[in-house]
């Protein structure tokens, strides 16, 4: 029962270059969510979908794209990496809207130096 | 939007005491608040949650009051374990549409 996959885990990027995380869920949810977490200020939104095909701006979603080109899948991109953006960033799946349980991965640690 | 306050950011408990963690949020539209756990290199995992039309919720060991006037809500955490260390974030959402907007987070430690 994998539930909700981030790869990777793990990523020193240099100021400027581009990188795409995915995440990839097996339970059939329709909307899938990309957050951040900072020390002291929770989990902010980045972006988020509905379901295939459709993607919306979150809290915080200058600097990133998206795309939902598969139900199970949903990728985030950094286009030209800053220090700025150095976080966990983790994805969440839910069956419906946010009034029910949001399942999450278990985080990417992004450093760009 | 939804601004949600979360106190206090760390709290430390002798095992077998009890924890409560207390949030305030702004929105009066909100009417859905969940509570997570995050343990440690995990994901915040949901552990109970409590819509507009109910004061008060138990599951064992925890639970969660609303008071929707005042705007806030508290996580409780009786006869605390030593498992129970981790850290909790409280959210708020509108269920007609509007994505969770989470607190800062509170770091729980459980001293044996």
């Known amino acids: 029962n994998a539930g909700v996959t981030q790869t990777p885990k793990f990523r020193v990027l240099k100021t400027g270059q581009s990188m795409t995380l995915l995440c990839a869920q097996d339970?059939?949810?329709?909307?899938m969510y990309w957050y951040r977490q900072d020390p002291g200020m929770g989990l902010r939104l980045i972006h988020y979908s509905v379901g295939e095909g459709t993607t919306a701006k979150g809290e915080v979603p200058d600097g990133y794209n998206v795309s939902r080109l598969k139900k199970q899948n949903f990728l985030l991109g950094l286009e030209s990496a800053a220090p700025s953006q150095t976080s966990v960033y983790f994805c969440?799946?839910?069956?419906?809207?946010?009034?029910?349980?949001?399942?999450f991965g278990q985080g990417t640690r992004l450093t760009v130096v | 939007g939804e601004n949600v306050e979360q106190h206090p950011s760390t709290l430390s408990v002798q095992e077998g005491d009890s924890a409560v963690i207390k949030c305030t949020y702004s929105?009066?539209?909100?009417?859905?608040f969940p509570w997570y756990k995050q343990e440690l290199g995990k994901g915040p995992q949901l552990i109970i949650d409590i819509r507009s039309n109910v004061g008060e919720k138990k599951d064992q060991r925890i639970a969660v009051t609303l008071n929707k006037t005042a705007k806030h809500f508290s996580l409780h955490i009786t006869e605390t374990q030593p498992e129970d260390s981790a850290v909790y974030f409280c959210?708020?959402?509108?269920?007609?549409?509007?994505?969770?907007?989470f607190g800062g987070g509170t770091r729980l430690m459980v001293k044996p």
């Open positions: 929105d009066s539209a909100s009417n859905y």
């Open positions: 969440a799946s839910s069956y419906g809207l946010m009034s029910t349980e949001a399942f």
């Open positions: 339970m059939n949810h329709e909307y």
């Open positions: 959210a708020a959402s509108w269920e007609a549409g509007n994505m969770l907007t």
